[in-house]
């Protein structure tokens, strides 16, 4: 097992990384202090993973929560649902909650562990690759709503994430690919090496070679973990996380939530903003061949969705979070490896680039 740490002072909390780790409840009771826990799942998931959960926890007032499955329903409306569970089982302060669980579980149980009682503690038990090296770790948590992609939520750090590689065999391959698109993003924005590696062993990892799954979760929790150490609340680095995620939160919204996975409009929306990039002066033809390449490899969709125009996108664009102060926030790329924030961006070479993905091979 790998023991890497998010260095946040008094929130500073341990990532469990290993083959094997539902099995060693030691983990999740080190972080318990309470006598009640209440585990927030879906219906997918339960059937395989909770009974062993449980298992580890006979000794706690131990109840849990089945939510329907998917993004649709990542809804205040669910959040409800599970405030409910706790109140009509008397959960008190000390209550400790556990999302196991994909990205839609972990930002769901996450936002009602922040606001119930004012804020219990959480425990991340994260289920899918994405969730493995990118939500579980840095405490943004959130529901949807009609209007925008993660509206409503909260910082709100857990208290250790214990990721678990042997829970990846019974993920689909779709779900697997989605989560490499946020692995990429790593090596874009800040390590060239890793961008190398993954161009490297990229079949490795799309057939679940587990030494690859596990280097790949191991090195996206480093980097993550170090962002966050360095800029918590999003007020300068932080957002380079954002990378392919205002285009990519576009397309999700546009599509309707549940259509195209978080993964794969992240993938897209990466591509568009090397493309933008390159309009910029700043990435070669070259590294944008490299980068849509890796992601086609992937199995990720390279282009945005032909049913939503240009100008749809930037309207929906428009209403993400990462405008700030009226003017479009954007990750671009300087280099492979070198990811820079930039603002007021033309709006005519942002439609350019979306014209221009459209015919890209
Ligand atoms: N908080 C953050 O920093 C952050 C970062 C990235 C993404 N996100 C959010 O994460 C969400 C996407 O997460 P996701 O990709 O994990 O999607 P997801 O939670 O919907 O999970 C994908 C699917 O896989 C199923 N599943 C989960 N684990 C499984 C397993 N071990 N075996 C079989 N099936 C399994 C789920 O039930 C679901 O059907 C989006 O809502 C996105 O906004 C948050
Ligand atoms: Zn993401």
């Known amino acids: 097992m790998k023991t890497l740490q998010v260095e946040l002072n008094e929130r500073s909390y341990p990532i469990y990384i290993g083959q094997g780790l539902l099995d060693r409840a030691e983990l999740l009771t080190n972080h318990i202090s309470g006598q009640q826990v209440m585990i927030v799942t879906n219906e997918m998931i339960a059937p395989l993973y909770l009974g062993k959960i449980r298992q580890g926890l006979k000794s706690y007032q131990c109840e849990s929560i089945i939510l329907p499955d998917g993004e649709q329903y990542k809804t205040l409306e669910v959040l409800n649902k599970i405030f409910d569970a706790l109140l009509a089982n008397r959960f008190d302060r000390s209550a400790t909650l556990i999302a196991l669980g994909g990205g839609v579980i972990g930002d769901t149980a996450g936002f009602a562990a922040a606001c119930y009682q004012r804020g219990v503690p959480f425990i991340q038990v994260p289920t899918t690759l994405l969730a493995q090296v990118d939500s579980s770790v840095g405490g943004k948590t959130g529901v949807n709503h009609p209007l925008g992609k993660n509206m409503i939520g909260a910082f709100y750090q857990p208290r250790c994430v214990i990721a678990d590689t042997e829970v990846l065999k019974t993920l689909d391959?779709?779900?697997?690919y989605a989560g490499i698109a946020e692995v990429i993003k790593y090596g874009l924005i800040r390590d060239q090496t890793f961008f190398e590696w993954l161009e490297s062993n990229i079949d490795a990892l799309l057939q679940r070679d587990a030494a690859a799954l596990t280097y790949v979760i191991e090195q996206s929790c480093i980097n993550k973990a170090?962002?966050?150490?360095?800029?918590?609340?999003?007020?300068?680095?932080?957002?380079?996380?954002?990378?392919?995620?205002?285009?990519?939160?576009?397309?999700?919204?546009g599509l309707g939530y549940g259509s195209w996975l978080h993964g794969e409009a992240v993938a897209a929306g990466m591509c568009l903003a090397a493309e933008l990039s390159h309009r910029l002066d700043w990435l070669s033809a070259q590294d944008v061949m490299r980068i849509v390449a890796l992601v086609r490899r992937a199995r990720l969709p390279h282009q945005?969705?032909?049913?939503?125009?240009?100008?749809?996108?930037?309207?929906?664009?428009?209403?993400?979070?990462?405008?700030?102060s009226g003017k479009l926030r954007l990750i671009l790329l300087k280099s492979i490896g070198q990811g820079v924030i930039c603002e007021d961006i033309d709006a005519n070479m942002i439609l350019a680039s979306i014209e221009a993905s459209r015919s890209c091979p």
Do not use: C, Y
């Open 173 to 176: 391959n779709r779900q697997l």
């Open 304 to 324: 945005v969705p032909a049913e939503l125009s240009g100008e749809r996108l930037l309207e929906l664009m428009a209403v993400d979070k990462k405008v700030k």
């Open 226 to 253: 170090e962002i966050v150490a360095a800029d918590e609340k999003e007020g300068g680095i932080r957002a380079l996380l954002n990378l392919g995620h205002t285009f990519g939160h576009a397309i999700e919204t």
